[in-house]
């Protein structure tokens, strides 16, 4: 794109402070700085850590100005290179690692606008032929179910694995271990999930979490995060197996102390990833192999989406296109 192309101004969806709503502000088109590009965002991932960002007081310390673009899961071509930038070049498509130098729509803008500013060392590029809504979810939602089930829960061939809920999230880390080569047992209460789960390969998909106690499996991944699950997944899990806790349904849980005593559980929590998770789940949907439940919105709909997440009704993931 030619500089002359690239608008003064632009639209974007901005936190103004815990429990005000999500707001559609006019700002300028930012400049990228020394080792940093510019990038036309083509879509942006919807997440539920954007509905903690706007209604959790807890979560404003992690938030380094007001107001600030929500949106960290974005995916676009570079149009202009920051000084110094010798490892990308215009018309680059790339994704934007979450969890990079700096975090979108934490530590800087992020991508619920028309333009972005990253730092070079924080794309990933996407594969030939990959669409960029597949790019956009495949950052954090990617990224965060790769590393919990991989590095965290150390899933491999053979091994019978748990996967507790069956959002955006979780229908990505069932269909990673059952590529993995895992027996895959999953709930969801939500009959669009559990039908979803067993069109990703799970063996047993249950309604209620509860239903896996006594399974003796090698780890349990809880994509939900509620005491229920928590207590659930520590039932669920052979004498010695691992936990891994990556969603944040409720802020505390409680766990029954017997039950993770006499059944030597490993519980680990798990948030985030790297740049090699995300580029493992790009090649992935590259290839087909993993074919996530996407719905689009428009980006006159993000206010909606994120009412739609705070109310627990969305199946899959949401990607807002631009």
């Known amino acids: 794109m030619d500089n002359s192309s690239i608008p003064a101004e632009m639209r974007a969806w901005q936190w103004t402070g815990t429990g005000n709503p999500l707001t559609l502000s006019v700002v300028p088109v930012p400049e990228p700085g020394p080792g940093e590009v510019l990038i036309r965002v083509r879509a942006a991932g919807m ?53 990079g130098a700096t975090v979108p729509g934490y530590g800087r803008d992020g991508g619920y606008a028309a333009f972005h500013v990253a730092p070079v060392g924080d ?42 809920g069956l959002g955006g999230l979780g229908q990505i880390g069932a269909r990673i271990a059952v590529l993995l080569g895992a027996e895959v047992h999953a709930a969801d209460p939500s009959p669009d999930a559990r039908r979803l789960g067993e069109e990703l390969g799970a063996v047993e998909v249950v309604a209620d979490a509860a239903d896996l106690a006594g399974r003796g499996l090698d780890a349990v991944i809880d994509f939900a995060g509620f005491t229920a699950t928590a207590q659930a997944a520590v039932q669920a899990i052979r004498v010695g197996g691992v936990v891994v806790m990556i969603g944040m349904g409720a802020h505390t849980s409680q766990l029954v ?65 631009m």
């Open 123 to 164: 794309l990933v590029p996407l594969p030939e032929g990959m669409s960029f809504e597949l790019g956009a979810l495949g950052t954090d939602a990617g990224m965060t179910s790769h590393h919990g089930v991989v590095e965290v829960a150390g899933v491999t061939a053979g091994d019978r694995v748990g996967i507790i």
């Open 257 to 321: 102390t017997a039950d993770v005593i006499h059944q030597k559980a490993v519980i680990r929590g798990s948030s985030g990833g790297t740049r090699a998770d995300i580029a493992s789940v790009y090649r992935y949907l590259a290839e087909g192999r993993i074919v996530p439940a996407v719905e689009r919105l428009t980006f006159e709909q993000v206010a909606e989406g994120i009412d739609r997440l705070r109310d627990g009704k969305v199946t899959g993931r949401l990607v807002v296109m």
């Open 47 to 99: 997440c539920h850590s954007d509905v903690g960002e706007l209604d959790e007081p807890s979560w404003a310390a992690n938030i380094h100005r007001c107001p600030i673009t929500l949106g960290h899961e974005i995916a676009g071509d570079v149009v202009a290179l920051g000084p110094g930038v010798d490892s990308a070049r215009v018309g680059d498509r790339v994704g934007v690692h979450p969890l």
